[in-house]
């Protein structure tokens, strides 16, 4: 790698137990690759490793179904529920772990966006409210989601264990930390959603209340993990099938917001939404990772995403006060981006067609033959 002295977006960063040689790390990104009861494969490990050999700091996996209820969102969607599942993951952690960088299990709970789920024959989220929007063609999916089932009350409290199950099987199959996926419009994030939520018990109705629950399932991972492994969570405003929404309260939910995941344990807040260059709320004003810099605690990092692959904007997403940025697309069509910028090059643009149709999964030209071999070394 070229000497890169002034460039922050190669400088070290530390969480408490893990070290980052780098700013900048992999996105999460749902390639729906996984058998069709969840196991992650062979190809995928040589996928994720892929990134860590190019220079990536740290990799967030895909989102990784909880629970064998409510929460897979896709077929062929990896999970975190058997011992099948630590199993497989053993093969990925192991490839990225030896390509030289930590990786993250990002869980997620799909709620009323669920959109392939072979363990159950309907949907739940907070409300019984019908998302807006379409299913994903690019998970095989199609027409209007149907109205989800309102979760009872007791019913949280499984989900809950559900997430530290899944994040005590992520320890054991090797991962060096959890995100919660609280963003994109799936359940955690659906908690925080006004429009979603329309709750009348402890966990809806204003902002204190309507994010409880994902706070409490972060406390929950984060008593129940060992110290060192590294808990996040990832919020958006904008959700896969909304992305005009936008938090009602502004600034000032965003301010009870990232104070809360912050005060519940987290290791680090993710924001993400399509340009994280943009205001969070209106024409002007601060974005979404000014505010969680502003309102979350030192003891929490802050995490930065959204059409950061041009390297000129991701710098200036670290000069702005976040901690790391991560990059999805750009990763995509750069799975070396760190070691070309460090070197002076300019990334490839994202090729949507060429990579992600006419299905998400992960293509073999993604993870050729040369890439197989140097594994094997
Ligand atoms: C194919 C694909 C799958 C994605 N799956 C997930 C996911 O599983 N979890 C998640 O939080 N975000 C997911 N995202 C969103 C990305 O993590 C990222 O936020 C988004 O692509 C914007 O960042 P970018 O401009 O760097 O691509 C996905 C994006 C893409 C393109």
């Given at each position: 790698m070229a000497e890169t002295p002034d460039d922050v977006l190669f400088e070290s960063f530390d969480f408490d137990d893990v070290s980052l040689d780098n700013r900048v790390g992999l996105a999460p990104m749902t390639?729906?690759?996984?058998?069709?009861?969840?196991r992650a494969t062979e190809q995928m490990a040589r996928y994720y490793a892929k990134f860590a050999r190019g220079g990536f700091s740290f990799l967030v996996s895909e989102g990784v179904y909880t629970d064998h209820e409510y929460s897979q969102g896709y077929l062929n969607q990896p999970g975190l529920v058997t011992e099948d599942h630590v199993e497989s993951w053993q093969q990925v952690t192991d490839a990225v772990h030896e390509a030289g960088a930590p990786i993250f299990a990002q869980l997620m709970h799909a709620g009323a966006i669920s959109q392939g789920n072979p363990h159950a024959d309907e949907t739940v989220g907070p409300s019984a409210v019908q998302p807006v929007g379409e299913k994903s063609g690019l998970y095989g999916g199609e027409g209007e989601f149907e109205t989800p089932r309102e979760l009872l009350t007791k019913e949280l409290v499984g989900i809950r264990q559900s997430f530290v199950a899944a994040a005590r099987n992520a320890e054991e199959a090797g991962f060096d930390g959890v995100e919660l996926?609280?963003?994109?419009?799936?359940l955690l994030n659906e908690f925080l959603a006004a429009d979603a939520n329309q709750r009348?018990?402890?966990?809806?109705?204003?902002v204190e209340n309507r994010v409880r629950f994902p706070a409490e399932v972060l406390e929950a991972v984060d008593a129940e993990l060992p110290d060192g492994f590294v808990v996040g969570v990832r919020v958006s405003q904008e959700k896969v099938n909304d992305d005009e929404y936008r938090w009602p309260g502004e600034e000032g939910d965003a301010e009870v917001i990232f104070s809360a995941l912050s005060e519940a344990g987290a290791d680090y807040i993710h924001v993400t939404g399509?340009?994280?260059?943009?205001?969070?709320?209106?024409?002007?004003g601060p974005t979404l990772a000014d505010l969680a810099v502003e309102y979350s605690g030192d003891e929490t990092a802050v995490v930065d995403n959204g059409g950061l692959g041009d390297p000129d904007a991701a710098r200036q997403a670290i000069e702005s006060g976040s901690d790391l940025v991560t990059l999805g697309t750009s990763a995509l069509s750069n799975p070396d981006w760190p070691k070309q910028v460090a070197a002076g090059e300019d990334p490839d643009p994202f090729d949507f067609e060429e990579i992600l149709?006419?299905?998400a999964t992960i293509g073999d030209h993604e993870v050729p033959d040369a890439d197989v071999a140097s594994l094997d070394d």
């Open positions: 390639r729906t690759s996984a058998t069709d009861d969840g996926h609280a963003a994109n419009g799936y009348d018990d402890e966990y809806g109705g204003d399509t340009d994280a260059t943009t205001p969070a709320f209106g024409d002007t149709l006419p299905k």
